[in-house]
């Protein structure tokens, strides 16, 4: 088999996986939740087939799991099952917790970027401040007054750009996944991915160019 035949995005792998283990994965529909440590069944069972490399598969497999048709599936009371869709062991109260905030955490993410491409109608805009203007025009004069002391607020950190080979377990960092940066610790480098357990107590993965020092690290 070529290069050219191998499989490289991520919705191609998952229907393959699909095809190839039916009563573990799905496309569309009800998902289940995967046995932990699945990664390591398909790596081992697929580990002749050349049509899926193990890099991309295990992207593959979290793009899978952080889907939101998967999310939803993970609940007390339903059980993980393995690649021939069997029940090895019941999803327990912190990984439905875990998925919840994660489907909320994403579902704002969407909402930030469907709000962003929706951009500002001008002509509302303009009719919006010639109605500001009159109004304040009607007004009469304001008397001088103290203005109240304004409480500064927090200043952003400064960041600044690391390359992925400064990066190590456990050290102190910044991740930019939104409008603002947000501390904490890496718990895992993967190649040119970085697991970082956030001060609120989630943990993601992003890629290392969203990984930023302090200015003062």
């Known amino acids: 088999m070529t290069d050219s035949e191998k499989l490289t995005k991520s919705k191609?792998?998952?229907?393959?996986?699909?095809e190839q283990f039916?009563?573990?994965?799905?496309?569309?529909?009800?998902?289940?939740?995967?046995?932990?440590g699945i990664f390591e069944d398909l790596a081992?069972?697929?580990?002749?087939?050349?049509?899926?490399s193990k890099t991309?598969?295990?992207?593959?497999?979290?793009?899978?799991?952080?889907?939101?048709?998967?999310?939803?599936?993970v609940k007390v009371g339903s059980q993980r099952v393995n690649l021939a869709g069997e029940p090895v062991a019941a999803v327990e109260e912190e990984h439905q917790q875990h998925a919840q905030e994660t489907l909320k955490?994403?579902?704002?993410?969407?909402?930030?970027r469907k709000k962003a491409q929706g951009g500002t109608n001008d002509g509302d805009k303009t009719n919006s401040e010639q109605k500001k203007r009159r109004t304040e025009k009607a007004r009469?004069?304001?008397?001088?007054?103290?203005?109240?002391?304004?409480?500064?607020?927090?200043k952003a950190p400064k960041l600044k750009d690391v390359e992925l080979s400064a990066l190590s377990v456990g050290q102190q960092v910044q991740v930019k996944a939104g409008q603002s940066p947000m501390p904490g610790v890496i718990v895992e480098i993967d190649?040119?991915?970085?697991?970082?357990?956030?001060?609120?107590?989630?943990?993601?993965?992003?890629?290392?160019?969203?990984?930023?020092?302090?200015?003062n690290a």
């Open 12 to 18: 191609d792998i998952i229907a393959y996986l699909a």
């Open 22 to 36: 039916p009563e573990c994965f799905s496309i569309s529909g009800d998902a289940k939740p995967l046995k932990i």
């Open 44 to 52: 081992a069972r697929l580990a002749d087939d050349d049509k899926v």
């Open 56 to 73: 991309r598969l295990r992207t593959a497999l979290r793009h899978y799991t952080n889907s939101w048709r998967y999310l939803r599936s």
């Open 105 to 112: 955490e994403s579902r704002a993410k969407a909402a930030e």
């Open 140 to 154: 009469p004069p304001k008397r001088a007054t103290a203005k109240p002391h304004k409480v500064a607020k927090p």
């Open 191 to 215: 190649r040119d991915d970085v697991q970082v357990r956030l001060n609120n107590g989630l943990t993601m993965k992003v890629k290392a160019e969203n990984v930023f020092l302090t200015a």
